[in-house]
């Protein structure tokens, strides 16, 4: 089985556009998002679309939850508030439903999802360092779990009763008896200074995992917040990957 797995499309939908073509290429058979459709960029409507035409399973991220009034916007900063008000205006009822509809994990045989941490996944902390990973380690139930959240890739690796382990190559090799937490990154706003859109591909029968990064046209994805009238370092951001 190959899963393209990727989190925090934000409504870029130049980004998203851009990963789906990459992915064509990449023999998926099923296509798994990890959160936060909605917020920061200016095609909300769109890119919950174009999710839904392709993707099989979404978890809730916390601004698709703000967005319809799941969560409240006193966790946001001010920018974030902002994108979150002018977010609820751009959504229909199918999309408010839609995003109404997403739980916060998703689990199958091959691997889990939650957006943020496993423990209290309803408060969308952030897996940043060891001791953030260590009780989502003790709740995974397999031995995979993808995250995003952080709009920055990377892996956790728990071996056995050793310290865990924290890596930022890519490819990743599935190792029995480890348990791996991998950050897939963010298509449609990244943060660790390479403004191309991030995606990740799981292959169950290789047991890989790997983060690949497609060039997209953000200049248009600028250009399009600033005229929407969201705060315009929401668009000046994109340009440098933070």
Same mark, same amino acid.
């Given at each position: 089985?190959?899963?393209?797995?990727?989190?925090?499309?934000?409504?870029?939908?130049?980004?998203?556009?851009?990963?789906?073509?990459?992915?064509? *290429?990449?023999?998926?058979?099923?296509?798994?998002?990890? /959160?936060?459709?909605?917020?920061? =960029?200016?095609?909300? #409507?769109?890119?919950?679309?174009?999710?839904?035409?392709?993707?099989?399973?979404?978890?809730? =991220?916390?601004?698709?939850?703000?967005?319809?009034? @799941?969560?409240?916007?006193?966790?946001?900063? +001010?920018?974030?508030?902002?994108?979150?008000?002018?977010?609820?205006?751009? @959504?229909?009822?199918?999309?408010?439903?839609?995003?109404?509809?997403?739980?916060?994990?998703? *689990?199958?045989?091959?691997?889990?999802?939650?957006? /943020?941490?496993?423990?209290? +996944?309803?408060?969308? =902390?952030?897996?940043?360092?060891?001791?953030?990973?260590?009780?989502?380690?003790? @709740?995974?139930?397999?031995?995979?779990?993808?995250? /995003?959240?952080?709009?920055?890739? /990377?892996?956790?690796?728990?071996?056995?009763?050793?310290?865990?382990?924290?890596?930022?190559?890519?490819?990743?090799?599935? *190792?029995?008896?480890?348990?791996?937490?991998?950050?897939?990154?963010?298509? $449609?706003? +990244?943060?660790?200074?390479?403004?191309?859109? #991030?995606?990740?591909?799981?292959?169950?029968?290789?047991?890989?995992?790997?983060?690949?990064?497609?060039?997209?046209?953000?200049?248009? #994805?600028?250009?399009?917040?600033?005229?929407?009238?969201?705060?315009?370092?929401?668009?000046?951001?994109?340009?440098? $990957?933070?």
């Amino acid at each position: 089985m190959r899963y393209g797995i990727f989190s925090d499309v934000h409504s870029n939908l130049e980004a998203l556009r851009a990963a789906i073509e990459a992915y064509k *290429k990449e023999s998926v058979d099923r296509y798994l998002c990890v /959160g936060d459709i909605v917020g920061y =960029g200016a095609d909300p #409507a769109k890119c919950i679309k174009e999710i839904k035409n392709f993707t099989e399973v979404c978890v809730a =991220g916390n601004h698709d939850w703000a967005s319809v009034d @799941l969560l409240s916007c006193d966790y946001f900063n +001010p920018i974030a508030q902002a994108a979150i008000f002018w977010t609820k205006g751009q @959504l229909n009822q199918e999309c408010r439903y839609f995003l109404h509809s997403l739980e916060l994990i998703y *689990k199958n045989q091959d691997l889990t999802l939650v957006h /943020g941490t496993l423990d209290n +996944p309803q408060d969308f =902390g952030y897996m940043i360092e060891d001791y953030n990973a260590d009780e989502s380690f003790r @709740l995974l139930e397999n031995n995979v779990c993808f995250i /995003g959240h952080s709009h920055v890739a /990377g892996v956790f690796i728990k071996k056995r009763e050793a310290k865990i382990e924290y890596a930022v190559e890519s490819p990743i090799k599935i *190792k029995e008896p480890n348990k791996y937490i991998i950050n897939v990154g963010s298509i $449609g706003q +990244p943060r660790d200074s390479i403004p191309d859109a #991030a995606y990740c591909l799981y292959d169950t029968d290789k047991k890989e995992v790997c983060i690949k990064r497609v060039k997209y046209d953000i200049r248009s #994805a600028r250009n399009k917040i600033i005229k929407a009238g969201l705060p315009k370092i929401l668009g000046d951001r994109l340009l440098i $990957g933070r």
